[in-house]
C-alpha cells in the first residue's frame, strides 16, 4: 500500500533531502522511481533498506506514477512537467519553472494548504528565503493583518548547489593558504562576472532584472502575495549571500493593520504558529542561529522586538534549513497535504 513516487534530481541536494523527508515522515510509497539528468543516471541510492539505480528521466518514466516531486532546475520541469502531468501524475514542482503561474498554486501549508484543491497537475512549491518568511508572518497575519514588510536575508551557499558549496570551501582554504582563487560559480552560474564568497558578503543572488532589482528578491516579493493572497501588500526585498554552508537567516520589518501589541504579545502570537520555534530570550543570548538549525523542519523566530519610533511595527529575526523548509520538507508536506484532503487516493 501507498502512492507510486517519482523523483526528479533525485541526486541533489534537494533531492537527498526529499528521500530523507519522505523516510522520516513515514510516507506511504509503494513504488519509488529515481529520476535525474542523463549526467546522472547510474548512480545507486539507498532508500529504507533497498538500492535503487538512477534513471534518466524521459517522458514516458512517469507512466504510473501518482506524486512527482521535481528539483532538477527548472528547463527540466519546464519539459517534463507537462508529460507527467499527461500521464495522470501530480507534479510538485520546486523550481520557479511554475510558481507565477496563475493556474498553478503556489503552496506553504502552514498558510494556504487549501489552495492545494486548485490544482491542475502542478502545485509549485515556493522559494526557500520567502516560505521560512511567510511561515513566521503568518501569525502576525491572521491577528493583527499586515500593513507593510521589509526583509533583509543573509543566505546560505547551499541555496546555490553543491558545486556552490565546494567553491566556499575551496576558497576558504585556498585563501587562509594564502593561495590564488578564482572564482566561477557564485553569485549566480550563469551571469558574467563572479566574485569571492569566502570570508565576504555579495548582495546579489540570482540575476538582475529591468527594476534593480534580483530575481531572488522578486521571487520573495512576489510569492509572499500569491501565497499570502495579499496582493496589495507592499514587500520589499534585499537578498544577500553570506559564507554559511546550510540555514537562511533573515531580518524583517512588518507594519501591521490593527493594534499595537506590545513585544510580549506579538512574541506569543508568533511563538502559537505552525511550524514555528520561539527562540528569544535576549537575556540568556538566546537567539535563532543558521548553524543550529540545519536537519531541523522548523522556523527558528527570535529578536522579536518593537521598533522604536512606530508604534505598530516590529522587527524579527527568522532562520530555517534552506534545504529542509525551504524545499524538500515543503515538498513532501505538499503532498501529504493531497493525502489530507483526499485528492489523491492509494
Ligand atoms: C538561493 N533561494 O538561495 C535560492 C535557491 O527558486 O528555488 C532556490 C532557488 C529557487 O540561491
Not at 515556493?126 to 502576525?140: F, G
Not at 540555514?247 to 501589541?261: D, I, K, L, Q, R
Request: aromatic share 6%.
Amino acid at each position: 500500500t501507498g502512492y507510486s513516487v517519482a523523483i526528479l534530481g533525485a541526486t541533489g541536494a534537494v533531492g537527498e533531502q526529499i528521500l530523507n523527508t519522505l523516510d522520516n515522515n513515514n510516507f506511504p510509497i509503494s513504488e519509488l522511481k529515481l529520476l535525474s539528468s542523463k549526467r546522472s543516471a547510474g548512480k545507486k541510492i539507498s532508500f529504507r533498506g533497498r538500492e535503487y539505480t538512477v534513471e534518466e528521466a524521459k517522458p514516458e518514466s512517469f507512466e504510473g506514477v501518482q506524486i512527482g516531486l521535481f528539483s532538477a532546475g527548472g528547463s527540466i520541469s519546464k519539459e517534463l512537467a507537462p508529460e507527467a502531468v499527461k500521464r495522470g501524475t501530480i507534479v510538485i514542482d520546486n523550481t520557479s519553472a511554475y510558481r507565477m503561474d496563475e493556474n498553478v498554486p503556489l503552496v506553504v501549508p502552514e498558510v494556504n494548504e487549501e489552495d492545494v484543491k486548485n490544482h491542475n497537475g502542478i502545485i509549485a512549491n515556493p522559494n526557500c528565503s520567502t516560505i521560512q518568511m511567510v511561515v513566521a508572518l503568518e501569525p502576525v497575519r491572521k491577528a493583527y493583518g499586515l500593513k507593510k514588510v521589509i526583509v533583509s536575508t543573509y543566505q546560505a551557499v547551499s541555496g546555490a548547489g553543491l558545486a556552490a558549496v565546494e567553491e566556499m570551501k575551496e576558497q576558504s582554504q585556498a585563501l587562509l593558504d594564502e593561495k590564488e582563487i578564482n572564482p566561477e560559480i557564485l553569485p549566480v552560474g550563469g551571469d558574467e562576472k563572479h566574485y569571492q564568497i569566502a570570508f565576504n558578503a555579495i548582495p546579489q543572488i540570482d540575476k538582475f532584472q529591468e527594476n534593480g532589482y534580483t530575481f531572488e528578491e522578486m521571487k520573495m516579493i512576489n510569492e509572499t502575495k500569491k501565497i499570502m493572497h495579499e496582493n496589495k501588500l507592499p514587500v520589499a526585498a534585499t537578498c544577500v549571500r553570506l559564507p554559511v554552508e546550510t540555514g537562511h537567516s533573515e531580518s524583517v520589518y512588518v507594519e501591521v493593520e490593527n493594534g499595537t501589541p506590545d513585544a510580549e504579545e506579538l512574541k506569543n502570537t508568533i511563538a502559537s504558529g505552525e511550524g514555528i520555534t520561539l527562540k528569544d530570550n535576549p537575556s540568556e543570548q538566546v537567539y535563532p542561529m543558521a548553524v543550529d538549525s540545519v536537519g531541523f523542519p522548523d522556523v527558528f523566530v527570535g529578536r522579536i522586538r518593537r521598533d522604536l519610533d512606530q508604534s505598530n511595527a516590529y522587527h524579527f529575526w527568522v532562520v530555517s534549513d534552506n534545504l529542509l523548509k525551504g524545499a524538500a520538507y515543503n515538498t513532501v508536506q505538499i503532498a501529504e497535504s493531497l493525502v489530507k484532503l483526499g485528492l489523491i487516493k492509494e
